[in-house]
């Protein structure tokens, strides 16, 4: 049961953090921006990380089309939690996605933000 409470609390904080980036995504959409790369937000689940990485604009959009894809710095490689799985390794950042409960409040939280 505390695994269940810590696994979904991560997942809550990635799907803010994937919110976020979200909020630049729409920013740089908005502003008509023809930008090959953008600083996005770490994904994970740490609420202490800050990390920026810097993410080709294709690349982020490509990833946001699953809601259970996340990118997190590639600092945090072999360091995911279990029911997170590398998807790709770009260098300096990571594509992981989820799986179990983490990918049901993902696909969740995903689908609402859309609703909404």
């Known amino acids: 049961m505390a695994e269940d409470a810590a696994e979904a ?5 990635e799907a803010a953090f994937r919110e976020a980036n979200d909020d630049i995504n729409a920013i740089i ?23 920026l990485i810097k993410v080709p604009v294709s690349t982020y959009r490509e990833v946001r089309k699953s809601p259970r894809r996340f990118l997190y710095a590639a600092m945090h ?11 790709e390794t770009h260098g ?22 859309r609703r909404g």
Not at 77 to 86: D, L, Q, R
């Open 9 to 13: 609390k991560r997942a809550l904080n």
């Open 77 to 87: 490689e072999g360091k995911e939690a279990p029911e997170t799985s590398t998807i």
């Open 29 to 51: 959409d908005g502003h008509g921006a023809d930008l090959p790369a953008a600083p996005f937000v770490c994904e994970c689940g740490d609420r202490a990380c800050r990390r």
């Open 92 to 113: 300096h950042f990571l594509v992981v996605e989820k799986t179990g409960l983490a990918a049901e409040i993902a696909e969740a939280r995903w689908a609402a933000a």
